[in-house]
């Protein structure tokens, strides 16, 4: 008897064991579809024509896509029947290469799926955005007339809100500018352009505000290449201060007090990071288990050294494959370098919403300029920061359009990729020609969305403010989300994380952050789970404004949802 309640014992534990196996090798299954291998992900076009080569663009909180090209290019995809002005718009030969006849800034609908035109009266190409904390789209700069310009774009649920021009100007001509909201004040700071070697913040407080010297600028500016210093990569630290990246070198600086408190490491290797050698950058995930106060950047592709003069000559140099991540904050700074699967430059760095880097779009050779590169790169790479070096890199499904000069993207609120744009001429050029001005409009979605995993993903989330707050989520105050899950969650499978959408061009993500939020509390009951969540500390963290509330359960991220972080 005794050895048969034995048997009876260990078989018991064998059944236990092979189902808690097969439990958990369906979630790290799950966790590693999710996380992305070989050919993974799926293309879907969503609009054939979207008016203009989305040259830049921007997530708003109303769910809905700013685009803008340039109006230097004349005629767009999209002729208007009428001027913004009221005049009517000819069969006449005038009227058909008036670029005041063609929309150059269109307003793409997420939900419905359809673009609508907007009015832009100067010119903002290769300019710089950022959002105010009201969600208001602040834009700087640009070319010629437009180059000190200042725009706003507010949003409205009715569809009859357009951009706005300021009657203040920049203090300086901003060409190929960057821009990063700061702390106090809703301003925004933004630094450099083409041949200005200066910073100056906007909004403006007095018409007189002028624009203060950078001499790091001047340091990282190579006349023989174009630059290879514009669009620098700006990054805010927890602390504040600004990290600026231009051409190979970095600094954190106090803006406050006009002053460098460090000068990193020359990041290693030949070549060159900004435009026109243009690689991408982000500042990966900020994590509430260090207090927010580990800031980590990646930096990844670039062009050779000389591939601009080479360009000239129809000689298209292999870019970059490097990447190199460096902590900014604490006292040792060493840029740790490790290569992408191939060489990439003009590409775009995405934060998604488990934390994962997509590197999507570029070209394999040249540098950025009209007609410069060569090769398009049509398979987005995945990068996973937390697995060990050699293994954080996985290559997802190619694309069959080519996404090259002027091409973006965006990460949208519920998880796709929104991937547009490409022109590398300075009209439209849609026949022969290797790379046509490009204005299809597609959706990248990755593993995460497969149905399969739909049993891991949170539905339904809602966000509820604990004090009444109308204005939003105060700093350092908790919060309650609520979410439906069909398995019952656990506290170390469920994380919660904020994303600020950034205001994309040229390789460059701007105001791009994600923070992992503490949870405090997590109770199920009735079929809802409720988690009380902790807003950043400070604006340092997260400046005041609008971000994507994501739940993500065993790496499976729900639809995002909107929350405000505010001092009021």
């Known amino acids: 008897m005794e050895g048969n309640k034995h048997l009876q014992s260990i078989n018991i534990f064998i059944i236990i064991a092979i189902f808690l196996f097969l439990h958990f090798a ?21 609009l054939n024509n979207t008016g203009v080569v989305a040259m830049h663009v921007a997530l708003t909180h109303q769910n809905t896509v700013i685009m803008f090209d340039q109006t230097g290019e004349g005629q767009s995809g999209y002729r208007l029947r009428r001027r913004f002005n009221g005049t009517r718009c000819k069969a006449t030969r005038d009227d058909l290469e008036d670029w005041s006849c063609y929309a150059h800034s269109m307003e793409y609908d997420i939900l419905g799926n359809k673009v609508r035109p907007l009015r832009i009266d100067t010119d903002p190409w290769c300019s710089s955005g950022t959002f105010l904390s009201n969600g208001t789209l ?18 409205c649920d009715n569809g009859l809100c357009d951009w706005k021009q300021s009657k203040n100007l920049l203090s300086s001509e901003r060409w190929y500018a960057s821009s990063q909201l700061l702390p106090e004040n809703d301003r925004a700071i933004v630094v450099g352009g083409k041949r200005v070697f200066s910073y100056e913040f906007v909004p403006k407080l007095h018409s007189n505000d002028k624009s203060f010297v950078l001499p790091f600028l001047h340091q990282t500016y190579d006349r023989n290449a174009g630059g290879n210093n514009l669009y620098p990569f700006l990054h805010l630290s927890s602390n504040g201060d600004l990290f600026i990246f231009a051409n190979q070198d970095s600094i954190l600086f106090n803006y406050r007090r006009n002053m460098v408190v460090k000068k990193f490491p020359r990041m290693p290797g030949d070549g060159s990071r900004n435009y026109p050698s243009s690689g991408s950058s982000v500042i990966l995930p900020l994590d509430h288990r260090n ?24 000689i298209f140099l292999k870019g970059l494959s490097s990447c190199g991540r460096m902590v900014i904050t604490g006292n040792t ?31 394999r050779r040249g540098c950025g300029g009209w007609n410069n590169a060569a090769g398009p790169s049509l398979q987005p790479y995945l990068y996973n920061p937390k697995k060990t070096l050699g293994r954080r890199f996985s290559v997802l499904r190619s694309t069959k359009i080519a996404r090259m000069y002027h091409s973006s993207a965006l990460v949208l609120p519920d998880g796709r990729i929104l991937v547009a744009g490409g022109n590398p001429y300075r009209k439209y050029t849609f026949r022969n020609v290797t790379y046509p001005t490009e204005l299809r409009l597609q959706a990248f979605s990755p593993q995460y969305m497969d149905r399969q995993f739909n049993n891991w993903r949170p539905h339904n989330v809602s966000i509820l403010s604990n004090d009444d707050n109308m204005y939003g989520v105060k700093y350092g105050k908790e919060f309650t989300v609520q979410f439906r899950l069909r398995r019952k969650p656990t506290s170390n499978m469920v994380e919660f994380s904020a994303y600020a959408p950034p205001f994309t061009t040229h390789s460059f993500s701007m105001n791009q952050r994600m923070l992992r939020l503490r949870c405090t509390k997590l109770s199920t009951a009735n079929g809802w789970t409720s988690a009380v969540l902790e807003a950043p500390p400070s604006p340092n963290v997260a400046p005041s404004g609008y971000y994507l509330l994501t739940v993500v359960n065993n790496g499976i991220p729900s639809i995002s949802q909107w929350v405000r972080f505010t001092h009021a």
């Open 26 to 46: 369906r979630f790290s299954d799950a966790v590693g579809k999710a996380s992305g291998g070989s050919k993974q992900g799926k293309w879907e076009l969503l």
């Open 138 to 155: 602040l834009q700087a700069g640009g070319y010629g007339r437009g180059s000190r310009r200042i725009r706003y774009f507010k949003t």
């Open 291 to 314: 207090r927010f106060q580990k800031v980590e950047v990646m930096v990844c592709g670039g062009a050779a050294a000389g591939a601009d003069r080479a360009a000239e000559q129809r």
């Open 333 to 363: 700074h060493k840029w740790k370098m490790e290569n992408m699967p191939g060489p990439r430059l003009l590409n775009d760095m995405l934060i998604l919403p488990t934390g994962h880097i997509l590197v999507i779009n570029g070209a």
